[in-house]
């Protein structure tokens, strides 16, 4: 008897379930009653055939919603998905009475069985609608309102997404889609675009979702730089590929980022030259931890290295990113042997060592002070890891005949006003000088700035927006390139493969990026109006976050360069380039070494200044440095 009934155990709440199965008996018995009336002829309702074809019909249908587990369905959370197992009931229910009705010759007739099919079907779902819009507009006081961009799928999706939440309501869908605009999808019409601002203005819009998973980056730009204006936040859902394996939900709409904002497209990596260098190989990675480094890291474990050596200062930064290694070939069963090293680039014999024993084949020394203001500050410290730290790593790699290795520069290093872009010059300057006569390919990639790298820009300017007040920005003028981080990390492994020795590599950054621009667009985009604070002081307005202008930092530049003479040349990848830039010659870097290292011993910022200046790295810095570590100013 158990087995039998067990159907009927639909859900923990007994109470509530019988509730919902007695009100659409009472609903579908009157829906049959109803549909004779006003159909048929009403004395086959008084017989008791017919009333028995109407009680085994409504109790069939019954039984198909148990079955179906329509009652686990939590009314107020209710989608368009109950529609399925209504209907099937309201069909099968409908041809059981039809038969019936034949075999006892009931006389009611299949228009009234069609009438009732219908009634029953817009009784069991109309009524559960409405009490679930009833109880959600009750109970929220400050519901947000939010138009979707997209009707697509995703758009939806995402519908019944805030049709189940509390706090929002859909007033609008947009769409490109001429075919779509004037209709209704899941209830809510849709709109052309240029309807955009009258809607906000109208149904007082808070948010706009962007739900386009499928759009293409340069598509995405130019909707957003059209939503700009508008006086509401803008959230995007994350592209086709990260929604693949889900439903879209509310809670993927995120606040709008710099990667929407700036639209870059990027280039899809060739496989051939991003596994060359590391497919089969001992790989070791300097810095592993760092921005770059672990992007390198994670993007060479993707391509099947034999080894993956970690090799860093920080115990932090090497602990973390061997610990998401580990995760990942866990996950994907990769058989890849990663050893985490903690060790300095200046211990030359350690790093000579590690490289003979593992028989490291590719090095990508990613180890680097790379933060102008700080290294300013610590002038000596800087210099000893990027010039020395180096000339170490690239020497012992000649010594113990590994056979790529790629140097991660700068655009700082180009004509460089400040330390950090000196030195890193002056490392390219070792990596030139010690190419020759041996099986080492040694190369250098230049690049600028990185999306999601310490001390990027765009976290601060994120920060500053959500934690309210001021947005700072240096310079009115300042412009910069961006690159994604992973992007960055796949253009360095592809340029690895490509070298012979001796080349710097440029990647194509895209066009500069006016940073107040970008300020301004990503205040927008987050439903705030941006006002620059200028000389004249003026009060910023109510609601509106101000932009101030703080000034160029020590070493600052307004504008950055990849190139230090107009000789670059294409190679096989479109947004990789390469030229060979003629340094000092190994005597002469040398001698200008020797001295450096006495200046870095002695502690002598004046002299690091002075050897900088005079080797030929372009160094033009005018203003005053404080190096903390020696509280002495030049």
């Keep these: 008897m158990r087995d039998y009934l067990r159907p009927f155990s639909v859900g923990k709440d007994i109470k509530r379930t019988l509730f919902h199965i007695m009100f659409d008996v009472l609903a579908l018995l009157c829906s049959f009653v109803t549909a004779i009336v006003l159909y048929g002829k009403t004395n086959s309702i008084g017989s008791f055939d017919g009333l028995l074809v109407i009680g085994v019909s409504v109790l069939a249908a019954i039984y198909v919603l148990v ?67 009833l109880s959600i507009r009750k109970s929220v006081k400050d519901e947000i309102r939010v138009v979707i961009f997209g009707a697509g799928e995703a758009g ?50 808070d948010v706009v979702a962007l739900v386009i998973p499928s759009i293409s980056p340069v598509r995405r730009r130019e909707i957003l730089n059209n939503l700009e204006s508008l006086d509401a936040e803008i959230r995007v859902v994350p592209g086709l590929v990260d929604l693949m394996s889900k439903s879209v939900e509310t809670s993927d709409a995120k606040p709008i980022s710099v990667y929407d904002i700036l639209g870059r497209v990027p280039v899809s990596p060739r496989p051939d030259l991003i596994s060359r260098a590391v497919k089969g190989k001992v790989v070791m990675v300097t810095g592993a931890g760092g921005s770059i480094g672990s992007e390198i890291c994670r993007q060479i474990v993707r391509n099947q290295p034999l080894m993956l050596i970690l090799f860093d200062l920080s115990e932090y930064s090497l602990y973390s990113i061997d610990q998401e290694l580990d995760r990942y070939c866990s996950e994907t069963n990769s058989k890849i042997n990663i050893i985490p090293i903690l060790g300095s680039v200046l211990d030359r014999l350690k790093v000579l060592s590690i490289l003979k024993q593992f028989k490291v084949h590719t090095l990508f020394h990613a180890a680097a002070y790379k933060h102008v203001p700080l290294v300013e500050q610590n002038i000596v410290e800087g210099v000893k890891n990027n010039v020395f730290g180096t000339r170490a790593v690239v020497e012992a790699s000649v010594e113990a005949g590994v056979r790529i290795v790629t140097v991660i520069s700068t655009d700082k290093a180009v004509r460089p006003t400040n330390i950090m872009g000196a030195s890193k010059r002056m490392a390219e300057f070792v990596c030139s000088s010690l190419v020759g006569d041996h099986q080492t390919k040694i190369s250098m990639v230049r690049f600028g700035n990185v999306l999601g790298s310490s001390g990027s820009v765009v976290p601060h300017f994120e920060k500053q927006i959500l934690r309210g007040g001021s947005v700072t920005v240096t310079h009115p003028e300042v412009t910069r390139y961006f690159m994604t981080v992973k992007e960055a990390a796949q253009l360095v492994m592809q340029a690895s493969s490509m070298a012979l020795g001796g080349e710097v590599y440029l990647l194509d950054m895209g066009d500069p990026v006016k940073i107040v621009d970008l300020a301004i667009s990503m205040i927008k985009l987050h439903g705030k109006t941006p006002f620059i604070v200028d ?80 080797s030929g790295t372009g160094l033009n810095h005018d203003g005053n440095i404080i190096d903390y570590s020696l509280r002495k100013k030049i």
Excluded at 106 to 119: H, M, R
Excluded at 544 to 562: A, N, S, W
Aim: aromatic share 12%; net charge negative.
């Design 156 to 205: 939806r999706q995402f519908l019944n997404s805030l049709n189940s939440a509390t706090k929002y309501s859909a007033v609008a869908f947009v769409d490109d889609d001429l075919e779509l605009q004037g209709h209704s999808v899941g209830g809510v019409k849709v709109f052309d675009p240029k309807s955009m601002v009258w809607l906000v203005q109208q149904f007082n819009v």
């Design 67 to 133: 079955l179906s587990k329509f009652y686990r369905i939590i009314v107020r959370y209710i989608t368009g998905r109950a529609v399925i197992p209504a209907s099937v009931a309201m069909l099968i229910s409908s041809l059981i009475a039809y038969f019936l009705s034949v075999i006892l010759d009931t006389g009611i007739l299949f228009a009234e069985i069609f009438a009732y099919a219908l009634f029953g079907f817009m009784s069991i779902l109309g009524f559960r609608y409405i009490y679930r819009d």
């Design 535 to 614: 000389v004249s002081n003026a009060p910023c307005p109510a609601e509106h976050v101000p932009i101030v202008f703080t000034g160029l930092r020590q070493g600052e530049k307004i504008y950055e360069e990849l190139l230090v003479n107009n000789d670059a040349k294409t190679t096989q990848h479109p947004l990789i380039m390469s030229a060979v830039e003629v340094g000092p010659d190994r005597v002469t870097i040398t001698k200008y070494l020797k001295l450096l290292e006495k200046a870095c011993s002695d502690n002598n910022v004046e002299d690091i200044k002075e050897i900088l200046t005079i």
